[in-house]
């Protein structure tokens, strides 16, 4: 078989994604901007023999989901930014009892209702923090509508491989963008599945991690039976009062995906090497940002970007480095200030750091980086 062309809208190209990763599962409610994603799944996983929910609120989506993932199916729900406030506390059980499911957030303008329409990128820290309690999550932000497509096969792969949540985060302007596009051949791409134990049901522990850290995981209705709570618990899944237990537990939670981080971790760089400015940018606000380092290096300012692709956990060392290279970093998001909280904590004390952030429902535009960049240097 030969790739595909098509001309693809990016929460198009998130359903396709998630189909090709054999996602079989999606309950959700519909919310602007992400409606399209319900949508097309209420459409398109009928024919792969999937089901779809739309349930009456984002707390029982979210919930439904869970459910579906412990019977051994791929699972998906997609909301926006109100949508995804409602959905944290089951984001931390799944965190928590190791459920693996992905969870699609295209940001809106907010808070509260705010601006339905309209982008915005102020999701970053809930999407790290939004739950309680000290817990692993991972976060991939695409910027373009082919990234979507790929990222969200990686989202799934990821949630499976470590058994967590996985939060795919886009924005407005990534999500209702259409461009052409190509689609592999199914049978090129890489899908990675859940580890499932074959050892005597009688012998299995639902929680005894493997050399990775990452427990074997039964479906439910396969012959093991195992209990599933959102308490502190030991190996056996029951709850546990034990200092010693919870403590074991939630370590090894987060560093499962500590010892990982090489290969959960990824970002793009462009004209690096000689930058005395580099810009960080990150999905659609990475598309002006790019456009504003063209312009800049046309009129001989030398200005690189640096784009998060995995937002969380955040590419440090690399950025770290970097900070040694250059003279200022700019970073660019579509919010007051969230991801250059991150950026400061790593380099404050290394490189000058200034931002350009904008709140009113409108993407940064190209001109407006390069007023900055000229302001800086």
Not at 100 to 122: A, F, H, K, L, Y
Not at 130 to 137: L, R, W
Not at 251 to 272: G, P
Not at 349 to 354: A, Y
Request: charged share 25%; glycine share 8%.
């Amino acid at each position: 078989m030969t790739n595909s062309f098509k001309l693809m809208q990016g929460n198009e190209a998130c359903v396709e994604g998630a189909i090709a990763a054999g996602m079989k599962f999606y309950a959700g409610y519909p919310i602007t901007p992400s409606t399209e994603i319900a949508e097309l799944c209420s459409e398109k996983l009928p024919v792969v023999g999937g089901k779809f929910i739309q349930m009456e609120d984002e707390i029982a989506g979210m919930a439904a989901v869970i459910g579906a993932s412990l019977t051994g199916q791929k699972s998906m729900t997609a909301t926006s930014g109100p949508g995804f406030s409602l959905k944290q506390e089951n984001i931390g059980y799944a965190s928590y009892a190791e459920i693996p499911c992905v969870i699609v957030n295209v940001q809106r303008g907010g808070p509260s209702t705010g601006q339905p329409t309209s982008p915005s990128q102020g999701d970053v820290m809930q999407a790290r923090w939004g739950t309680h309690g000290d817990h692993p999550i991972i976060a991939i932000c695409p910027s373009s509508v082919k990234e979507t497509f790929d990222l969200t096969i990686r989202a799934f792969n990821l949630s499976e491989k470590y058994r967590i949540p996985v939060i795919l985060l886009m924005d407005e302007v990534v999500g209702h963008m259409r461009e052409k596009i190509e689609l592999p051949d199914i049978a090129d791409i890489e899908i990675i599945d859940r580890k499932r134990p074959n050892c005597d049901s009688d012998e299995y522990l639902p929680y005894k991690a493997e050399a990775d850290l990452v427990p074997l995981m039964a479906d439910f209705g396969a012959g093991y039976r195992y209990h599933v709570t959102g308490l502190a618990h030991d190996e056996t899944g029951f709850p546990s009062n034990s200092y010693e237990v919870a403590d074991k537990l939630i370590r090894r939670l987060m560093n499962k995906i500590e010892i990982h981080k090489d290969d959960i971790i990824t970002w793009e760089e462009e004209n690096i090497d000689d930058a005395d400015v580099l810009i960080i940018a990150f999905g659609g606000v990475a598309r002006s940002a790019k456009a504003a380092i063209k312009q800049l290096r046309e009129n001989g300012i030398k200005v690189g970007l640096f784009r998060p692709i995995t937002i969380w956990p955040f590419p440090q060392e690399r950025l770290r480095e970097l900070a040694d290279k250059v003279k200022v970093m700019i970073v660019v998001e579509m919010n007051l200030g969230q991801l250059i909280l991150e950026v400061q904590r790593i380099c404050n004390n290394i490189v000058k750091i200034d931002g350009v952030n904008k709140v009113n429902g409108e993407i940064i535009y190209p001109e407006e980086i390069v007023t900055k960049v000229l302001e800086v240097i």
